[in-house]
Nanobody, 127 residues
Framework: QVQLVESGGGSVQPGGSLRLSCAAS????????IGWFRQAPGKEREGVSC????????VYADSVTGRFTVFRDNAKNTVYLQMNNLKPEDTARYYC????????????????????WGQGTQVTVSS
């Protein structure tokens, strides 16, 4: 029943900004977590940021702390990933994901803990 719709990917120069959106539907739990993950060619999928919907507690990967911000609009059931000061190493396909079952999924921010996934959107940072 859970569906995720992503938007906002694209190409940008180093130092630029992008905002990704993930709209969720069909979520019935008050305690779900939503995460942003990325995967570059030849690399494993890694957690970028995960947020606990109930109270907004958020974790970030060290590589994006201070540059990326996650925020939510509960009225629209949408979570955003604001990416500033983008670097070439941020180039990857970005996915949003939702987990309703695990209490630790927000804290771990590990892809294997998430059950529902969006289609992914490509982010390319280059000159």
């Amino acid at each position: 029943q859970v569906q995720l719709v992503e938007s906002g990917g694209g190409s940008v120069q180093p130092g630029g900004s992008l905002r990704l959106s993930c709209a969720a539907s069909g979520v019935t739990s008050d305690y779900y977590a939503i995460g942003w993950f990325r995967q570059a060619p030849g690399k494993e999928r890694e957690g970028v940021s995960c947020i606990r919907n109930r109270d907004g507690n958020t974790v970030y990967a060290d590589s994006v702390t201070g540059r990326f911000t996650v925020f939510r609009d509960n009225a629209k059931n949408t979570v955003y990933l604001q990416m500033n000061n983008l670097k070439p190493e941020d180039t990857a396909r970005y996915y949003c994901a939702v987990d309703e079952r695990r209490l630790w999924s927000f804290r771990r921010c590990t892809a294997g803990d998430y059950d529902y996934w969006g289609q992914g959107t490509q982010v390319t940072v280059s000159s």
